[in-house]
């Protein structure tokens, strides 16, 4: 029911006192008119406050000559209304400012929603008042409004940064800025002009200006990737492919990772030919689409600072060659920062304008602005006058325009500015702990401005409104997200932002742009498609997080963090569970092995080493098969016998392929990979004696294959974690081969069922505790289980090689893991322990797939050369994850 004293769908703009609404919305762009809509539908009263003159928002106030979207146009568009799609036909590929602002005006029009919004009104205080439970805004024109909600829809660039340049108040010319750009058309004809800044708004403006102007001078502090954008009509592919099913185009883009719908990139860059990769290339440059180009090449140039390389190395030579002379063409090649990590721009004629003889190009990395004077720009190598300074230098973005209303009181009389005076913290990106009824359309913590803004407006929009009517229907008037939710939400961003390159460079994706403002990736970077199913989560798992009030009492507060997982291993075991497959106990041995041959077929390729050899040693009467990895650096080189996962009924030697050659990359040593026999047709102690016998040919052959005598490594996964293990016991026993220390990944140390990680991980987790239990029956006997070894918790744990046990929190052998590593530091043996918060079983084994998975396998390749007593050696490997376990 409405509470309204103002009736819906009247304006209620008073020219004083007080205005009611249910809900106060900020700003009318593509935001707030989607969400006046959505409002009004649902029942609610409410107003639109906005700053400027007429509906647009970022629309209205960018008009510098150029700008344009840079999303294509049938994707960066509202899709609520199907009849509203057909309703307007875009005219290019990606629409002009004037265009699209046109299409915004057509939109308010069509609902009837100007109305309802008060231009020219700027907020100047909002603040929660406990005792009516209601936001109080005051406005500098007209009446102050009341309301029990308050959605900021303030969009995320929209607060323009100041020059941060001394003496621009001297300057005698005429200053613009792009982000405020006058209503009147500017006259560049016959003028010197000056434009600061070669992000988006500098790189379209340019090549306008330079037409015009009399001589154009771009300073330029830090260059940017851009690509053509080879604007004209939408490209027939897409606009055919949304024509065809538009409803499926649509829900496609909802559940992308960027919200334009392309699929997901599976081929590896070193999977690819120099040929091929380029061919890819040319394909995207050619395309005019970023976020084709930023998706489409290879899996890992979003997440992996080589792949990343490769695409940044073929860009520059594309500015290279447009751009005739070679100190400018250089000044213009990106080298601080990944592809994409910085906004990449779409460009037309750009590049090109460098070679017209009205333009240059000053780079401000090797001689510094040192003044705006009277005439012009003042460098500290030169003076440039001028008679128009244009500053394309960008936006406080994401917490500009939400800190800009000051001040946003909460609960208790705490500003926003305060709480977030380290940087911004929210639930979802859409509330705040401590801001009961406030929310957030794009707010900083939601994918937003990495993603099709078109797509992700909807998104919140919808959530917020539904949740609003949901609360209504309940009788609950007030909602607020809990600290443990919100502190939960952050460090799942934190985690997040290790999966992708955004950390790696200074932009306003982190802040960096803005001198003192607190550095952080704040946009969510986990993706469009992910984020909805976890904003869907919340509210199928009772609005955790959420503390919910009404009056007499009624409260409701469902408390917890709605991500633990880390973000990919969070995605596999969506994937997985979707793929709804028998349990692998169910399958018989073989069945089993020929599965997990299978689904190793579908991971990325591992990566290239120095060499990869077969070979078989003896155990006994039989014969191992074993593969070697061998660094590409010179020299002999420590080595690792490594036994693979698999229960000790699956996998082979080469079944963890790409974790071998990872780890031989990273580490400089050479890896050797044994076959071990498996039950059921070799029962235990089968499995532990050939893990003893290839230590020993594999210590006592080491020179002939290569490797340093003296000393080996072990190392093992699952079930190979504990062959380690117990290869260590059995050395120390039988009087060799010398181990120099134990890499000991998820192992299995007890046949006790005891831990409580064994119930707690039970299911869910890809390996389940009834899969282990079919494990340990295959291998053995339950007589047997409490020797060391196969449980080599149980045996004499003194005099053992040093020690680096990695377990995984939902892993039901954690516990056993842990108590090993604990056990053998109790007995002396020094021991590293990695705890890896969010991961699972298969986590660090699934290279390239699990990225969060690098940090740990960075750990275990420093703990692997300290037992070599190898100095900090150079890997092959890049080094640029930090630490996310
Ligand atoms: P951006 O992308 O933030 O670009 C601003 C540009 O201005 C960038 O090149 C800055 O260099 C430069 N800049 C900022 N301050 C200064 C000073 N003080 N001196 C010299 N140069 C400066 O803003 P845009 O408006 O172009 O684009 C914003 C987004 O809108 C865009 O990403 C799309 O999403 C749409 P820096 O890189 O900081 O060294």
Not at 124 to 152: C, F, H, K, P
Not at 493 to 514: E, F, I, K, P, Q
């Amino acid at each position: 029911m409405s509470e309204t004293m103002v009736a819906p769908g009247t304006s209620g703009a008073a020219s004083g006192g007080l205005q009611q609404v249910d809900v106060a919305v900020v700003g009318a762009g593509f935001a707030g008119l989607y969400c006046l809509h959505r409002l009004r539908k649902a029942g609610f009263s409410a107003v639109v406050l906005e700053s400027g003159g007429d509906v647009g928002g970022t629309w209205y106030w960018n008009r510098y000559p150029g700008a344009r979207c840079d999303i294509q146009t049938i994707d960066y568009s509202y899709t609520f209304d199907p009849e509203l799609e057909t309703a307007w036909q875009w005219s290019e590929k990606y629409a002009t400012q004037p265009e699209i602002l046109r299409y915004l005006g057509f939109v308010a029009d069509r609902y009837d929603l100007r109305r309802d919004i008060r231009f020219g009104t700027k907020v100047t205080q909002a603040t929660w008042d406990e005792t009516s439970g209601r936001w109080l805004l005051t406005t500098d024109n007209g009446a102050s409004v009341s309301a029990r909600d308050y959605i900021m829809a303030t969009g995320c660039l929209s607060q323009p940064k100041p020059p941060e340049i001394d003496g621009v108040q001297d300057f005698k010319g005429e200053i613009y800025f792009t982000g405020r750009w006058p209503h009147n058309e500017v006259t560049f004809a016959g003028k010197r002009v000056a434009v600061i800044g070669t992000g988006s708004s500098g790189i379209q403006s340019i090549p306008v200006i330079a037409e015009q102007a009399d001589y154009l001078t771009v300073f330029q502090r830090t260059p940017n990737f851009a690509m053509p954008a080879h604007n004209g009509p939408a490209p027939a592919d897409r606009a055919a492919l949304l024509n065809s099913d538009r409803a499926g185009y649509r829900e496609q883009a909802r559940a992308s990772m960027a919200g334009v719908p392309y699929p997901q990139q599976m081929d590896v860059s070193w999977q690819l030919t120099d040929a091929e990769r380029r061919a890819r290339f040319e394909k995207a440059w050619a395309t005019g689409d970023l976020v084709y180009i930023l998706s489409q090449l290879w899996a890992d140039q979003a997440v992996d600072a080589e792949g990343n390389a490769l695409v940044a190395d073929l860009l520059r030579e594309k500015v290279r060659s447009i751009v005739k002379d070679p100190e400018t063409a250089e000044a213009l090649c990106p080298d601080d920062h990944p592809f994409g990590a910085k906004r990449p721009c779409l460009e037309t004629n750009y590049y090109a304008t460098f070679n017209r003889p009205n333009v240059t190009l000053v780079n401000l990395r090797k001689e510094p602005i040192t003044a705006i004077t009277a005439t012009g720009i003042k460098t500290d190598k030169r003076n440039v006058d001028v008679d128009i300074i244009v500053f394309a230098t960008g936006f406080d973005a994401m917490t500009g325009a939400i800190r800009a209303i000051h001040p946003i009181t909460g609960r208790g009389g705490r500003s926003l500015s305060d709480v977030w005076a380290d940087g911004p913290e929210t639930y979802l990106g859409l509330t705040v702990a401590g801001f009961p009824n406030l929310f957030l359309i794009t707010g900083p913590g939601s994918p937003s401005v990495l993603s099709n803004m078109a797509v992700s407006i909807e998104q919140h929009v919808d959530w917020v409104v539904d949740r609003l009517a949901a609360l209504r229907s309940a009788g609950f008037t007030t909602i607020e997200p809990t600290e443990t939710a919100q502190a939960g939400w952050q460090r799942h961003l934190a985690d997040c932002s290790m999966v992708t390159l955004h950390r790696l460079a200074n932009t306003w994706y982190t802040g960096a742009n803005v001198p003192g403002k607190p550095r952080g990736v704040m946009p969510y970077t986990g993706g469009v498609g992910p984020y909805r199913g976890i904003c869907n989560e919340v509210v199928d798992r009772g609005m955790l997080g959420f503390r919910l009030t009404g009056p007499r009492g009624a409260e409701q507060c469902n408390d917890g963090e709605i991500v633990r997982l880390q973000p990919d291993v969070r995605l596999v075991l969506n994937w997985l569970a979707e793929m709804n497959l028998p349990p692998i106990e169910s399958m018989g041995a073989q069945g089993a092995r020929d599965f997990v041959a299978q689904f190793n077929a579908t991971r990325p390729a591992g990566r290239p080493v120095g060499e990869v050899l077969d070979g078989a040693l003896p155990a006994g009467e039989d014969m191992l098969k074993y593969r070697l990895y061998r660094p590409a650096t010179p020299g002999l080189h420590p080595i690792v016998v490594y036994f693979h996962g698999g229960g000790w009924v699956l996998g082979d030697e080469q079944s963890d392929d790409p974790f071998c050659r990872d780890m031989c990359r990273r580490t400089n040593m050479i890896f050797i990979s044994v076959g071990y026999r498996h039950a059921p047709e070799h029962r235990f102690p089968t499995a532990a004696e050939d893990g003893y016998a290839a230590a020993k040919w594999i210590a006592e052959h080491a020179l002939e294959l290569g490797g340093q005598p003296g000393p080996i490594l072990v190392a093992g996964w699952s079930a190979g974690g504990n062959i380690a293990a117990v290869t260590c016991q059995l050395a120390r026993d039988r009087g060799g081969p010398e181990i120099g220390g134990q890499l000991l990944l998820n192992p299995v140390t007890d046949c006790s069922t005891e831990h409580p990680s064994y119930t707690e991980n039970a299911t869910g987790y890809f390996l389940t505790r009834s899969l282990m239990y079919w494990f340990k029956d295959m291998y053995c006997a339950p007589a047997d289980r409490g020797d060391p070894r196969i449980s080599p918790l149980r045996g004499n744990l003194k005099g053992l090689p040093p020690a680096f046990v990695v377990t995984s929190e939902f892993d039901p052998l954690r516990d056993e893991g842990i108590a090993y590593a604990e056990a053998l530091a109790a007995h002396g043996v020094p021991v590293g322990q990695l705890k890896a918060r969010g991961h699972f079983h298969s986590s660090f084994t699934m290279v390239d797939v699990i990225i969060t998975g690098v940090s740990g396998r960075e750990q275990m390749a420093e703990a692997l050369r300290m037992f070599a007593k190898v100095p900090e050696a150079e890997s092959t490997a890049p080094q640029v994850h930090a630490a996310a376990s």
